[in-house]
């Protein structure tokens, strides 16, 4: 078999739908399959639906499948396979996915955090290709992050290290849901972005937002603020502006804490596009000691759609 | 030779004194030496003083010396034994430090930035001697930091990691010697603690604080509030009990991102004892993610006299 013959299955878990791929060595999605995740009815049911939808693809394969990878939510020990406490997947407590799923299809399974699979995703198909080290942000309901440091994934002592989200830049900051304050979640999570908004903008009636939403506040999403950034808002670039601020205070103590100066920012939120990556990227360059300051590069996650499969499908080519 | 006969120099390079020992492998020192630094009399003369104090102590030596180690501010480069830019050594620029010395003695030589020997200290001979990893943090007119993951010191990409006095934890707080604001060190550092006593304590009138300085806010210092801390001074219980909730609230973030659980403090402000280790543990152990809560342990550094020394004669013992 040659090097360009290598195929894997990814499996991007999610609350709501599981989403399944078989993904060729170079990052190119050969086929795909998205269920509904189930998640209501509990970690049996999820677990049959990823079940169902490998076995869907798996059907009328002819290509050799090298590995099964695994994008998961919650605390993943990578070694184990476990999972433990998935957000928004109740009633797992800890499951040994890896072994569940490596015993059914008897192909070789990995399971990792979906942030970090995002990471390696990112270091073996995307923006990360050439760097050595970087640190991955994944921006969106929460913001998730994967530490690459000379081409392998950084675990820390226990395998839980890259928590990039629960940072803190803002000691008397809000509240987080992580149960702390300030954490950079609490200024580049969605919700909280557009709750501020949402706070904002009856002081802002001339922005374009205000006229996107139809003046109903409970419309402001994202992907309105980011149209409206598109047409020159200044409230909406003012609003971006700041968020790279934000980011960039909190990635700017990540650098000074691990020296490492490359960022590669993903996820729904990095739709705000160079803006955000600018400002991000000013604001490390400043914030950051002096030697450090130079080596700091901020830039776009490469791979958008289908991001999740490709990452976890990752896993299996990531040695 | 056996284990027990293996000894070597430390030098502990500082603004204003160069202290020198012999130390054995279990951290005892059997001679040492101090001499002015001369730092404004540039490097040439201050590596003389470095050279003055090694041959004054090697001498009459019959001990066997399997190395030098040399703990200096600024950023290192440990590979290439260079010390680039250390604040208060003015004229310095990017000096070689580790092959001047090589050559002069003809003994292996290494040089570490001082925090980062400070943690190999602590691993080799004080509090770490039984920890896998562990967060070091020097508390004294800057605040320093060094890693220690799986018994190794991790450097980073470059070398420079570890500045936890660097990050962030008030994105719109007092500017920071570094540049940046709100680091810790704008909570910790010497100088920030006193301007901020001196501040406060017009308005705490009855602290035994008062008392001691004979109300002359010039004589503040950390070793004041120690002194009145031990006589259960309630203002200076308040002052520790919140630096240990800064200090926490930056090192949740460090576990956070490194998921490490341990931290050695050190360094003079560290005098305050108790208080300040069970606050910062305290609140560390509140702010990170669940999962690490349970792991948290926050420790006071064992060595304490000649810490200088002993923690740059690690680096001849450490491999």
Not at 8 to 20: C, P
Request: aromatic share 6%; charged share 20%; net charge positive.
């Amino acid at each position: 078999m040659s090097q360009k013959e290598k195929y894997a299955v990814g499996v991007d878990l999610g609350g709501t739908n599981i989403k399944v791929g078989i993904v060729s060595h170079d990052g190119k999605i050969i086929n795909k399959i998205s269920l509904d995740t189930r998640a209501d009815e509990g970690p049996n049911i999820v677990i049959n639906q990823i079940k169902k939808g490998i076995y869907a693809l798996l059907k009328n394969n002819k290509l050799l499948i090298q590995g099964i990878g695994i994008g998961s939510p919650g605390t993943v020990s990578t070694k184990k396979g476990t999972v433990e406490n998935p957000p928004n997947l109740p009633g797992w407590g800890k499951v040994n996915l890896g072994k569940i799923i490596n015993k059914e299809f008897d192909i070789k399974t990995k399971v990792e955090n979906d942030a970090n699979a995002a990471a390696i995703g990112e270091m073996i198909f995307g923006a990360g290709k050439n760097l050595d080290s970087f640190v991955m942000v994944t921006l969106g309901t929460g913001v998730g992050g994967g530490i690459i440091l000379n081409r392998k994934l950084f675990k820390g002592e226990f395998g839980a290290a890259g928590e990039i989200g629960h940072i803190t830049i803002d000691v008397n900051g809000q509240h987080c849901n992580c149960g702390s304050y300030g954490c950079i979640e609490t200024f580049l999570g969605n919700q909280y972005i557009i709750k501020r908004v949402q706070e904002e903008l009856p002081k802002n009636k001339t922005s374009k937002i205000w006229e996107l939403i139809n003046q109903d506040l409970n419309l402001v999403t994202p992907k309105i603020i980011q149209q409206a950034l598109l047409t020159n808002d200044s409230y909406a670039k003012d609003i971006v502006h700041s968020l790279g601020g934000y980011l960039g205070a909190g990635l700017a103590s990540v650098a000074n804490c691990l020296d490492i100066g490359k960022f590669i920012i993903g996820g729904g939120v990095a739709g705000f596009g160079p803006p955000l990556i600018l400002s991000t990227q000013e604001t490390i360059s400043h914030r950051v000691l002096k030697p450090l300051g130079k080596r700091i590069k901020v830039i776009s996650a490469k791979l958008k759609n289908d991001a999740g499969i490709k990452g976890a499908s990752a896993l299996a080519f990531y040695k």
